[in-house]
């Protein structure tokens, strides 16, 4: 297993407007310094933007200071700029797709996996099921093509409407006879959601393509009430060998965050001073 941490606008370290000015990629190079520093080999970045420039820059950034990029968040696509793959408008439907294969263009230079989440949207209609499936259908041929894993990721019900438990995800992938993606399992949303944590890590242990840490309150592993380390260890005993990625709130403040974050897995050993 490697570990990252995510740097984001909201997520994880926590970079207001991150790489829409000069300031927030000075921020951002002393976020990565600091995760460098406490021994994460990757980061996880939160991206919406289809702009080339931006993005061969952020490439330099993390390949300068010997990380890799772990996974591309998107939920960006919907949370900031309000398109998702489940919108009744095709035409809006076809914007997201198009960002989204611009993103998995990207991830497939840095062998990084791209998130499915919070870029389903959080429809209400009966049909968004349907046309979640059939973007999705688009975005794996997309991955598939370019050697790129998608993972989907199950998410709690106070965010979205749909695919909220592992087996959701998984019986979704299988229905839509998706290749290239994978499941995305989240501590924090499975406390809400799964029967039980343990079971469902087990069950859908070889389709996992990711994986995030949070405590119960999305603070920090070892702030909550979640067992973070019997997740891992299990994970670890399963074989599985991709992300743990930390996606915790920034408390009590971003570099705090990812130094307890860093503290905890070295003091379970999974994670090795650099
Ligand atoms: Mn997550």
Known sequence: MRFSFVVSAGLGYQIPNLFENG????????ALRLLKEQGFTGVELNLNSDDRSILSKIRDSIRAEGLQ???VGTGLIYLAKGLSFSDPDPAIREKALAIMKELIRFASTENSVVVIGMV???PSSSNAVRLLIESLRKCDKAAFESGVRLVLEALNRYETSILNT???V?????DAQLTATGILLDSFHMNIEEQSIEESIRKYHDRIGHFHIADSDRWPPGHGHLKIEDQLRLLENLGYGGWVSAETLPKPDNVAAVKATANFLK?????KPP
Do not use: H, V
């Open 23 to 30: 300031a927030s990629f000075a921020e951002f190079e002393r």
């Open 170 to 174: 998984a019986n979704s992938i299988r």
């Open 267 to 271: 003091a379970q050993n999974f994670l």
């Open 69 to 71: 990029l772990a996974a």
């Open 120 to 122: 389903r949207g959080n």
């Open 166 to 168: 592992a087996t959701e």
